[in-house]
T-cell receptor, first 115, second 110 residues
Framework: GAGVSQSPRYKVAKRGQDVALRCDPISGHVSLFWYQQALGQGPEFLTYFQNEAQLDKSGLPSDRFFAERPEGSVSTLKIQRTQQEDSAVYLC?????????????FGPGTRLLVL | RKEVEQDPGPFNVPEGATVAFNCTYSNSASQSFFWYRQDCRKEPKLLMSVYSSGNEDGRFTAQLNRASQYISLLIRDSKLSDSATYLCVVNARSQGNLIFGKGTKLSVKP
């Protein structure tokens, strides 16, 4: 079956540009997570949705980062006025429900480079 | 101090070797534990969950020591295809977001 998909796979932005990253979770998955992975590091949590509700955005590094999931399926992570330190791989993951033992399935990521 | 700390690596081992990775976590309220595998320029994929009683999946054995807040992964009879970065992961809250270690790179040589 189809896994988690993300688009675009690669994005090059000039400093100050706004970008939008899309995540299509596995159909029927209630929970959706965004993570940021810098080079040589493990993924770091950004934000979490249960259906359309954003239950935790404690990991968003600044108010330039905004995420939404208006209909409880597709999610968009938006970064305004991009900075060089935003360069990273942005990973989306989904899970069937919000139980702590539930497996999270990751998408291939969007590799963002800010020049 | 990071919430999840792993051996720095890299581990360079010959085929057939046994290799062990260790990990410690700082939050005693952590509820679930995993090892994920990440190939170069790919997404993380679940390798195995880790249970208090220890668990085994083929050549892979994971152990958890809650008292010491320590997690381990043992790989026996290493294959070339085991070359990857192994991420130690914990979940400290019921809502499910994962906390990753930095990862340990394993390179299995012929």
């Amino acid at each position: 079956g189809a896994g988690v998909s993300q688009s675009p796979r690669y994005k090059v932005a000039k400093r100050g540009q706004d970008v939008a990253l899309r995540c299509d979770p596995i159909s029927g998955h209630v929970s959706l997570f965004w993570y940021q992975q810098a080079l040589g590091q493990g993924p770091e949590f950004l934000t979490y949705f249960q259906n359309e509700a954003q239950l935790d955005k404690s990991g968003l590094p600044s108010d330039r980062f905004f995420a939404e999931r208006p209909e409880g399926s597709v999610s968009t992570l938006k970064i305004q006025r991009t900075q060089q330190e935003d360069s990273a791989v942005y990973l989306c993951a989904s899970s069937l429900n919000n139980h702590f033992r539930e497996t999270q399935y990751f998408g291939p990521g969007t590799r963002l480079l800010v020049l | 101090r990071k919430e999840v700390e792993q051996d720095p690596g890299p581990f360079n081992v010959p085929e057939g070797a046994t290799v062990a990775f260790n990990c410690t976590y700082s939050n005693s309220a952590s509820q679930s534990f995993f090892w994920y595998r990440q190939d170069c320029r790919k997404e993380p994929k679940l390798l195995m969950s880790v249970y208090s009683s220890g668990n085994e999946d083929g050549r892979f054995t994971a152990q958890l020591n809650r008292a010491s807040q320590y997690i381990s992964l043992l790989i026996r009879d290493s294959k070339l295809s085991d070359s990857a970065t192994y991420l130690c992961v914990v979940n400290a809250r019921s809502q499910g977001n994962l906390i990753f270690g930095k990862g340990t790179k394993l390179s299995v040589k012929p």
